[in-house]
Structures are given as structure tokens and as C-alpha cells.
């Protein structure tokens, strides 16, 4: 099963002609998910041939204009669209009332349903087949959520000479025990599928934070991450203001997944201040502390892989 991110925006406070805003979408086999939608998520969406018709749910961290004033432009986009299922938007406290009063005010009419869901408690928030989003509070200068999408476990490996062995004809009985149910043979015996499966495997996890002091509680959340997506917005000797403002340095985001024991970490959410050239010092500070860290760029495209 294919997962992908896309970053759509990788800055933070102002887009930069090379730069839009923070905004990543997710891929999983075919349905979308969006993770904050900064100024110019429809273009990248347009850019990458991405299809908004797809989107299940949107998740907002934060209420700040660069996570979130792409919305209206890419819901209005969509009010032509024909789409059966409802669009679930799911945020901290007031995104209902920006939503609402953007409608509003825009006049947008939209021909199907958008459910927005504030955030009450952190947990499990939205879930589907296979797979379950939670959301954590991170620590800002307003209300402001981190999220992972977590797989369900995978069945083990298959054996098919074990399977063979045991007198289990090639076929449907074959893909019934590798979903775990026990059959029985042509022969009258009964096979579990243990018989034939090794150990259970992972599923993945995919996890965003942005906006936020560091804390230790991140690293919880997002530990074991696949493919973690972090804000990195100043260098270590900007750490005092980053502090103050509530903000994070890409050290302090490498710390974190260190800690974690993530994959890989994306650095996101810079700062106008860094330039194509001097964004490479967040990357070498983070790297000394995690060398598994690799810079966002807008339209960059990274698959996650299962480990086994
Ligand atoms: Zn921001």
C-alpha cells in the first residue's frame, strides 16, 4: 500500500517567491489528507497534479494566517466539485468560525457537506480503514494541535512452501489465512494462520508538528515515526527569541527526533529570514544531532516505506 507526503509549503510567517506556506499533504493509497493549508497549498496541489476531489480531511494545527488563509481559496475551488462523501476539517478552537464566516463572507456555495470538528480533547480524532489520526497539544502562543497518522499492524510474512506443506491448495484458502482467518484443508485439517505467517509487522507513522516550544511530550507522540515532519524555524543562536516567540530551532527539532527514534525527520516552518543558501546551517545543526534529517522543499515528494 502506497503512502507519500508531498510538501506543498515548507515556510513559515510570509511565503517567498520560491516559498509558499506550511502545508503538507499526505497520500495513502489513493485518499488524501492535508495537514494546515498556508497561502499558496492550490498551486503546489495544482503543481504536483494532486486531486483536491480526494482530500478526506483537513487538519489544522493552528489558527495563525500561515497555516491556514489557503483554505478559502481551495474551498471555494472545490464548490464545483461533484464529491459523494463529506470533507471533514478538524482544528483547535474558532476554526469553525473561520470556515463559517469565510463562507460567508465569500459567498461560496458549496454543493456538498464540510464537517469541522474543533478539537476538545486530545486522542483519537479521526480514524478509517486501517489506520487512526491523533491529535496532541503542542504549546504556542494560541491553541495549537500536532498530529500523527498511525497504520494498523500488518499481518506476518506468508509462506507459501508452509502453507504447501500442510496440504493447503493454492487459492482463496491461501489469501483467507494470510487475513488471518484458519481454514481447513481439502483433507479435513485445520490450518491457523501462525502456521504460515511469521511475526506480525509494523504499519507506518506519519507525524507533523509545527509551531511550538520543545518540549519532551513530543517525543512520545511521535516516537517510532516513519516519517516525521517537524517544525526547524531559526538556528541555535537564535534560540532565546525562538523561545520567546514560541518557536523552535531545527536543533531542538533534531533533538526531538533523536529521542523518538524517527526515520527521518523533515525540517518545515522556516523562517523568511533563511535564504535557498544559509538554509543549509539548519540543516548542518540538526544533522549533528541527528543525521537523518533532510530539508522540506516546496513540492518535494518523499515515500514512506514499510521497514519489513
Ligand atoms: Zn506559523
Known sequence: MNLEAFILG???MMPLPNRHLTSV????????????????TQVSLRKLNLRWKKISVIFISHTHADHVTGLPGL??????????????IIGPPRIAEYIESSRRVLDMYINYEIVVKEITSPGVVYEGEGYRVRAFPLRH??????????????PGEFHP???????????????????????ETPEGVLVKPTDVLGPPRSGRKFSFVTD???????????????????EGMFEKDLEESAREKKHMTAEQAARIARDAKVRKLA??????????????????????????????????????????
Not at 141 to 151: D, N, R, V
Open 10 to 12: 515548507c515556510g513559515g
Open 25 to 40: 499533504l499526505l497520500r495513502r493509497e489513493g485518499e488524501l489528507f492535508l495537514f494546515d493549508g498556508g497561502e499558496g
Open 75 to 88: 474551498l471555494m475551488l472545490s464548490s464545483q466539485v461533484d464529491r459523494e462523501e463529506p470533507l471533514y
Open 141 to 154: 502562543t494560541k491553541p495549537c494541535y500536532g498530529y500523527t497518522l498511525e497504520e494498523e499492524g500488518r
Open 161 to 183: 512452501e508452509k502453507a504447501a506443506e500442510m496440504g493447503v491448495p493454492r487459492g482463496p484458502l491461501w489469501s483467507r489465512l494470510q487475513s488471518g482467518e484458519t481454514v
Open 212 to 230: 511550538t516550544l520543545a518540549f519532551p511530550e513530543i517525543a512520545r507522540e511521535v516516537e517510532g515515526s516513519d516519517f516525521f515532519v517537524c
Open 267 to 308: 525540517l518545515i516552518h522556516y523562517s523568511p529570514r533563511y535564504n535557498e543558501y544559509n538554509l543549509k546551517g539548519l540543516l548542518k545543526e540538526a544533522e549533528a544531532i541527528f543525521p537523518d534529517t533532510i530539508l522540506s522543499r516546496d513540492r518535494m515528494v518523499y515515500p514512506i516505506e514499510y521497514i519489513d
